[in-house]
Nanobody
């Protein structure tokens, strides 16, 4: 199963955006799916994850602002991002947790002032 992120774009600080992660097969085959991000000059980090049972976990920097969810019928995982900050600017990827070797292109989120 491969996962591909989409939905990024340019948004003003304080705004919202929803990212989508489409799976090439059934997401039930993956124990947990996560959203990762990599800002310029920084390492990639896991910001949110959801298990096949629906349990979620968030990095402290996004807790209360981001919401991860899944639509099993559509084999898609979403990341709703509210109250976006300049420091949320990054390329966002979706992948399994732990990550598969294939990362895909990611989707760029740019937050402007």
């Amino acid at each position: 199963v491969q996962l591909q992120a989409s939905g990024g774009g340019l948004v003003q600080a304080g705004g919202s955006l929803r990212l989508s992660c489409a799976a090439s097969g059934s997401i039930f085959s993956i124990n947990a799916v996560g959203w990762y991000r990599q800002a310029p000059g920084k390492e990639r980090q896991l910001v949110a994850a959801i298990t096949s049972g629906g349990r979620t976990n968030y990095a402290g920097s996004v807790k209360g602002r981001f919401t991860i969810s899944r639509d099993n019928a559509k084999n898609t995982v979403y990341l709703r991002m509210n109250s976006l900050r300049l420091e949320d600017t990054a390329v966002y990827y979706c992948n399994a947790v732990p990550a598969f070797p294939y990362w895909g292109q990611g989707t760029l989120v740019t937050v402007s002032s």
